[in-house]
C-alpha cells in the first residue's frame, strides 16, 4: 500500500495523456483480449452445469464435476491422451528443430537472391489451408491414383495405403506439419540471428574459426533464449494438436492412433452439442498446460537462467 | 506531418476495433427477403382495391414468419420465382435466412445462443432441438390444421418422423416420393475383356469376376495392377448377406423384428469373414474405409471416373455420370446397373430411397404463429401446392397436356436447370412426386429417344426393383445421444481392423462386448424399447 500512496497520480496522468496515440494503437489488442480470451474465461462454469443454451445458466442443472468424470471415465480416455502427447512429442523432437536448422542454413547462404527465393519458396506452404493440404496428402499418398504409390508399384513393390495405416498416421502428420510450417516459423530465429552483434563473427574469423564452429559457438549461443522461450511455449502445447488436420486425415482405419483430444471434444461436444462436456475437456486442458508451461519456465530457471516470468 | 500521424494511427485503431467486432455481428447479408414479396407485403392497398387476390390467398392479412435453413448447391438462395408464387397464392412473407450447408449445425447452435430465434429452423438436428428446448410439438396442430401434411406420409415414414423422446412429431419434412435411388454396378467393358460373357449374380460368380479384374489387366492401360474389383465400402455389401443396412452406423431389425444393431445378428459373423477374405486376396477396396456411398460419396465417384472401379454399390445416376466421363477417352466404356449381389446363403437387397428426409421445425419463438404456418405448410401439401413446388408456375415452367403438367424446356432438360429455376427446392419441406422426377430424368423425351448414358440410369433404377428394401432409421434415445461419439467410431475402428486382419474376429467381439459396459447395451436396450413404442 506504501508503495502506491507514493505513486504520483498527476505525473501518471500527464505521462499518460502524452503517449495517448501509443496507448490508443494498443487499445484494439487490449480489447481483443478482453472479449475474446477473458470474457470467455467467465463462461468456464459451462463446464459445471447441464448448460442449456435457451435456459441459461438459471434454467440448467448444476452437476458439479459430472462431466470431468464422464471424460475421465471414457473408454478411450488414456489412449487419447496418449495419442496427444505422443504427436506432440514427436512434433517436439523433429518439427521444432526443423525451423532452427533452417534459419541457421539460410543465414549460411550468401548469394542474396538465392537466399530470398528459398524463403519466398518455403513460406509458400503455410498459406495453403488445411484443407487444401489434406486434399493434397490424400492424393499425393493415395494408392490408387497416388504419385508416391506410383513410384513404389514401378519398383515392382505392392501399394501402400498410408492415409489407411495407423502407423504411417503420425509420420504424415509430423512430415506435413515440417514442409508447411519449416519456411514460416524459422522467420523468428532468422530475426533473432540478425540480432546477433556481426563483430563475434570477425573476432572468430580472426581467431581462425570455421564456420561450423561460427555456428556452434556464435550464432546457436546467440538465439538460444528465443529457441527456449518457443520450447516452453511449445511444451504448453503438449496437450494441443490443431484440429483440422488431424479431423481430415483421420478415417476408421487410423482412428486408433488418431483420435487425440481435439476431435475428442469435437465428436463429443460439438457435433451433440454438448457444450458442458466440450468446456469441462477445454478447461482441464488448459489447467494442464499451464501447469506444463509452468514447470518447463521453472526448469528453464533453474539450468539456463532464462525463463517467461 | 504530426496531423498526418495523428489521422493514421486513429483510422488504424478504428479499422481494428470494427474488425474485432465485425466478428460479434449478425451477417444481415445472408438474410434474404424475396423483393416482390416485399412490395406485396408494402402494397397491400393495392391489392385490396382491385379487390380479387384477397380472397383467393390464404391469409386475409399478411402472415409474416422467418425460415432459417442451410443451402447447397443449385438451389437459388433470392429471386425464387415459386416461393413469390407460393408467396402470393397465400398472402405471406417469409423472411429466408440462407447458410451454407458446411458448419450448419455450428451456426444453429450460435443462432440458439443469440436469443434472436428464426419462427423456423430446417435441416437442423431434431433431437438437438428438442434438448435445448427450442421447438414445439406439432401433431395436435398437423390433425386440426394440417391433413394434407399428414396425408402424404405413408406408415413407414411414421419412423423417420416421430421423434423417440416423446413419440410426438416435431418437423414438417420434404417428401420425395420415388423410391429407386441405388444400384449394384458393375464394367460390363471389363467383363468383356477378362472373358466373362454372363453378368455375375451369385456370391461366386462375383467373386470370379473380381479375380479376374484383379489378375487381368480389365481395364486395359497397361497395369495389371490399378484396377480395384469391388470399389467402396464395406456396408454397401451387407444386404448381400441379409443385413438390410444403409449406413454405417448398422441398426436393423433381427428375425424376431427387434430394433437391434447388425454386429448382433450371427449373420455378421459370416459377412466379417469374407470380407476378411476379400481383403487379403486384394478384391475389396483397400480405401475401403475412405471412400464409398456410406463413408465418402465424392472419394467413391472420383476412383470410378479414374477408370479404377469394377463395381460398387452406390447411387443409381453414377452409371450415367461415370460411363459419360469415361467414354470421353473410351467409347467402349459402360458402367450398368445390375441386379444385387446374392451372397453365399442366397440373400439380397438394395436399400430404397428413404422418402422422408430434412424438414423444418416450428421454435418456440413463434408458439403463437405455429397455428398459421402449420396452415402454410398445408397448402404447400395440398394438391395445388404440390403442382407448384413439382412442376412450377403453369405456361412458364409447364403446360398442361390432356390434363396433366409437363415440364417444358430448359426445366426438364437437367436437374441442376431445374433446381435452378426454384423446382424440386429441397431445403424447404414439401411433396415431390415421382411423375416431376421421371419428366426431368428423361428431359422430356420418351426411353428410346434418350441417349445411351441416360438409358444405363434409368435401368440402374429399377434393376434392383423386387429387392429395395427400407432402410431403418437410427433412433435417437438418450443412450444414443449420449454414448454414440464415443461408441461408434470405436467401433469403425475396430471393424476396419478386423476386415484389415490387424485383429480377430474374436478379438473384434472381445472388444465389441466390452463396449456393452461403457453404453452400447443402454443403446440396445434403449433402442429396442423405442422400437417398439414407435411401430405400436
Known amino acids: 500500500m506504501r508503495r502506491f500512496k507514493n505513486i504520483n497520480y498527476r505525473k501518471v496522468a500527464t505521462k499518460l495523456w502524452a503517449d495517448r496515440y501509443i496507448y490508443l494503437m494498443i487499445l484494439p489488442v487490449v480489447v481483443y483480449y478482453i472479449i475474446f480470451k477473458y470474457w470467455p474465461?467467465?463462461?468456464?462454469?459451462?463446464?459445471?452445469?447441464?448448460?442449456?443454451?435457451?435456459?441459461g445458466f438459471k434454467g440448467s442443472d448444476f452437476v458439479g464435476l459430472k462431466h470431468?468424470?464422464?471424460?475421465?471415465?471414457?473408454?478411450?480416455?488414456?489412449?487419447?491422451?496418449w495419442n496427444t502427447i505422443y504427436l506432440n512429442i514427436l512434433s517436439l523432437i523433429f518439427a521444432f528443430p526443423a525451423p532452427i536448422i533452417f534459419a541457421l542454413l539460410l543465414n549460411e547462404l550468401s548469394n542474396s537472391k538465392f537466399k530470398r527465393a528459398i524463403q519466398t519458396v518455403s513460406y509458400l506452404p503455410y498459406f495453403l489451408s488445411t484443407v487444401v493440404v489434406v486434399s493434397m496428402i490424400k492424393t499425393f499418398l493415395s494408392p490408387s491414383i497416388g504419385t508416391l504409390n506410383s513410384i513404389i508399384k514401378s519398383l515392382g513393390y505392392e501399394p501402400i495405403h498410408f492415409i489407411g495405416d495407423p502407423e504411417y498416421f503420425r509420420p504424415i502428420m509430423i512430415l506435413s506439419g515440417i514442409w508447411q510450417g519449416i519456411g514460416w516459423n524459422s522467420i523468428i530465429y532468422l530475426s533473432a540471428i540478425s540480432g546477433i552483434d556481426t563483430e563475434l563473427y570477425e573476432s572468430a574469423v580472426i581467431d581462425g574459426a570455421k564456420r561450423y564452429q561460427q555456428i556452434l559457438y556464435i550464432t546457436i549461443p546467440g538465439i538460444s533464449t528465443t529457441i527456449i522461450i518457443m520450447l516452453i511455449l511449445q511444451i504448453g502445447n503438449l496437450l494441443s494438436v490443431g484440429f483440422e488436420k488431424v479431423y481430415l486425415l483421420q478415417n476408421a482405419q487410423n482412428i486408433r492412433v488418431s483420435e487425440v483430444l481435439s476431435t475428442y471434444v469435437y465428436k463429443m461436444g460439438i457435433t451433440r452439442s454438448n457444450y458442458s462436456f466440450a468446456t469441462a475437456v477445454g478447461l482441464f486442458n488448459g489447467v494442464i498446460s499451464l501447469i506444463l508451461v509452468l514447470l518447463a519456465n521453472k526448469l528453464s530457471k533453474k539450468y539456463s537462467e532464462i525463463s517467461l516470468i | 506531418m504530426k496531423g498526418f500521424r495523428k489521422i493514421a494511427v486513429l483510422l488504424t485503431v478504428f479499422i481494428m476495433l470494427v474488425s474485432i467486432f465485425s466478428g460479434c455481428s449478425k451477417d444481415k447479408t445472408n438474410d434474404k427477403v424475396s423483393t416482390e414479396t416485399e412490395q406485396h407485403a408494402t402494397t397491400p392497398s393495392e391489392e385490396t382495391n382491385e379487390g380479387e387476390e384477397k380472397n383467393d390467398t390464404l391469409f386475409k392479412e399478411t402472415f409474416k414468419f422467418s425460415y432459417m435453413g442451410s443451402i447447397w448447391g443449385d438451389h437459388p438462395q433470392e429471386g425464387n420465382p415459386i416461393f413469390d408464387e407460393l408467396m402470393k397464392r397465400t398472402n405471406t412473407e417469409i423472411e429466408f435466412q440462407w447458410y451454407p450447408a458446411a458448419n450448419y449445425a455450428d451456426k444453429?447452435?450460435?443462432?440458439?445462443?443469440?436469443?434472436?430465434?428464426?419462427?423456423?429452423i430446417a435441416g437442423a438436428s431434431i433431437p438437438t432441438l428438442i434438448n435445448e428446448g427450442a421447438i414445439i410439438p406439432l401433431d395436435e396442430l398437423l390433425e386440426k390444421h394440417g391433413q394434407n401434411i399428414l396425408n402424404s406420409l405413408k406408415e413407414e415414414d411414421y419412423f423417420h418422423v416421430r421423434q423417440v423422446v416423446d413419440g410426438k412429431i416435431y418437423h414438417i419434412p420434404f417428401i420425395l416420393d420415388f423410391d429407386p435411388a441405388y444400384a449394384m454396378q458393375i464394367r460390363k467393358d471389363w467383363?468383356?475383356?477378362?472373358?466373362?460373357?454372363?453378368?455375375?449374380?451369385?456370391?461366386?460368380?462375383?467373386?470370379?469376376?473380381?479375380?479376374?479384374f484383379k489378375e487381368q489387366d480389365a481395364n486395359g492401360d497397361g497395369d495389371p495392377t490399378n484396377e480395384v474389383p469391388y470399389a467402396g465400402d464395406i456396408y454397401s455389401l451387407l444386404p448381400a448377406f441379409g443385413i438390410n443396412v444403409a449406413n454405417k452406423i448398422g441398426f436393423?431389425?433381427?428375425?424376431?423384428?427387434?430394433?437391434?444393431?447388425?454386429?448382433?445378428?450371427?449373420?455378421?459373423?459370416l459377412f466379417l469373414e469374407e470380407m476378411r477374405a476379400l481383403y487379403k486376396e486384394g478384391l475389396l477396396d483397400k480405401e475401403f474405409a475412405t471412400r464409398g456411398t456410406f463413408v465418402n460419396n465424392p472419394e467413391l465417384e472420383k476412383v470410378a471416373q479414374a477408370n479404377l472401379a469394377g463395381s460398387m454399390m452406390t447411387w443409381a445416376a453414377n452409371t450415367r455420370t461415370t460411363t459419360e466421363v469415361l467414354r470421353e477417352i473410351d467409347p467402349k466404356a459402360t458402367l450398368i446397373g445390375v441386379k444385387p449381389i446374392q451372397g453365399p446363403q442366397g440373400k439380397r437387397g438394395i436399400p430404397s430411397r428413404v422418402r422422408v428426409s430434412g424438414g423444418a421445425a416450428i421454435t418456440v419463438a413463434a408458439e403463437d404463429k405455429a397455428e398459421n404456418i402449420?396452415?402454410?405448410?398445408?397448402?404447400?401439401?395440398?394438391?395445388?401446392?404440390?403442382?407448384?413446388?413439382?412442376?412450377?408456375?403453369?405456361?412458364v415452367h409447364h403446360e398442361i397436356v390432356d390434363g396433366k403438367p409437363v415440364l417444358k424446356a430448359p426445366y426438364n432438360e437437367s436437374f441442376a436447370e431445374f433446381r435452378k429455376a426454384g423446382l424440386n427446392f429441397t431445403p424447404f419441406p414439401h411433396l415431390f412426386t415421382e411423375d416431376a422426377y421421371m419428366q426431368v430424368l428423361l428431359g422430356g423425351k420418351t426411353y428410346e429417344e434418350i441417349s445411351e448414358p441416360m438409358k444405363l440410369f434409368y435401368d440402374a433404377l429399377y434393376v434392383g426393383?423386387?429387392?429395395?428394401?427400407?432402410?431403418?432409421?437410427?433412433?435417437?434415445?438418450?443412450?444414443y445421444t449420449e454414448y454414440q461419439a464415443q461408441i461408434f467410431p470405436k467401433l469403425e475402428g475396430l471393424l476396419a481392423q478386423c476386415i484389415t486382419g490387424e485383429i480377430s474376429i474374436e478379438e473384434f467381439y472381445s472388444e465389441y462386448e466390452k463396449l456393452k459396459a461403457v453404453g452400447l447395451q443402454e443403446i440396445l436396450d434403449e433402442g429396442r424399447e423405442a422400437w417398439k413404442m414407435l411401430t405400436k
Open chain 2, 374 to 395: 402449420i396452415k402454410f405448410f398445408n397448402y404447400v401439401f395440398s394438391e395445388e401446392g404440390i403442382r407448384l413446388m413439382s412442376y412450377g408456375i403453369e405456361g
Open chain 1, 41 to 55: 474465461m467467465w463462461w468456464l462454469r459451462v463446464a459445471f452445469y447441464d448448460f442449456k443454451i435457451l435456459k
Open chain 2, 108 to 120: 444453429v447452435s450460435v443462432t440458439l445462443a443469440s436469443g434472436n430465434i428464426p419462427d423456423m
Open chain 2, 465 to 479: 426393383k423386387e429387392y429395395f428394401f427400407t432402410p431403418i432409421p437410427v433412433l435417437n434415445t438418450k443412450a
Open chain 1, 68 to 81: 470431468f468424470i464422464a471424460f475421465f471415465k471414457s473408454p478411450d480416455f488414456f489412449q487419447i491422451i
Open chain 2, 252 to 269: 436393423t431389425l433381427d428375425a424376431e423384428g427387434n430394433y437391434t444393431l447388425m454386429y448382433e445378428l450371427p449373420e455378421f459373423k
Open chain 2, 191 to 212: 467383363l468383356e475383356n477378362v472373358g466373362i460373357d454372363k453378368i455375375p449374380e451369385t456370391w461366386d460368380e462375383w467373386k470370379a469376376a473380381w479375380r479376374a
